[in-house]
């Protein structure tokens, strides 16, 4: 059974940092392209980053860019999304996706159960 579990939300204000993991169990994931999405309260699920399975290829959502940035580290099957210069706009449920795929922007196929992220002004 594949599991993606989320961690490192919270509250923190304006202007703060945080940084999400993800830890996937139950197989490797170290040929498999991961992925950050993020939902807010009244809004779509939408991309936030990408990361390829070796790490070399990555996006970001041009509204995170310069902001945040998506790792992994494949011995330990985890990948984190580094969240600098937080606004009130980022609050939303962060989920972890991972792909089938080497990489993929947009066709994930195992989902955690998200973290809350709540950026107060």
């Given at each position: 059974?594949?599991?993606?579990?989320?961690?490192?939300?919270?509250?923190v204000?304006?202007?703060?940092?945080?940084?999400?993991?993800?830890?996937?169990?139950?197989?490797?994931?170290?040929?498999?392209?991961?992925?950050?999405?993020?939902?807010?309260?009244?809004?779509e699920?939408?991309?936030?980053?990408?990361?390829?399975?070796?790490?070399?290829?990555?996006?970001?959502?041009?509204?995170?860019?310069?902001?945040?940035?998506?790792?992994?580290?494949?011995?330990k099957?985890?990948?984190?999304?580094?969240?600098?210069?937080?606004?009130?706009?980022?609050?939303?449920?962060?989920?972890?996706?991972?792909?089938?795929?080497?990489?993929?922007?947009?066709?994930?196929?195992?989902?955690?159960?998200?973290?809350q992220?709540?950026?107060?002004?």
């Open positions: 059974q594949v599991q993606l579990v989320e961690s490192g939300g919270g509250l204000q304006a202007g703060g940092s945080l940084r999400l993991s993800c830890a996937v169990s139950g197989r490797s994931f170290s040929n498999n392209g991961m992925g950050w999405f993020r939902q807010a309260p009244g809004k699920r939408e991309f936030v980053a990408a990361i390829s399975w070796s790490g070399s290829l990555t996006r970001h959502a041009d509204s995170v860019k310069g902001r945040f940035t998506i790792s992994r580290d494949n011995a099957n985890t990948v984190y999304l580094q969240m600098n210069s937080l606004k009130p706009e980022d609050t939303a449920v962060y989920y972890c996706a991972a792909s089938r795929r080497g990489y993929s922007d947009y066709e994930f196929d195992y989902w955690g159960q998200g973290t992220v709540t950026v107060s002004s």
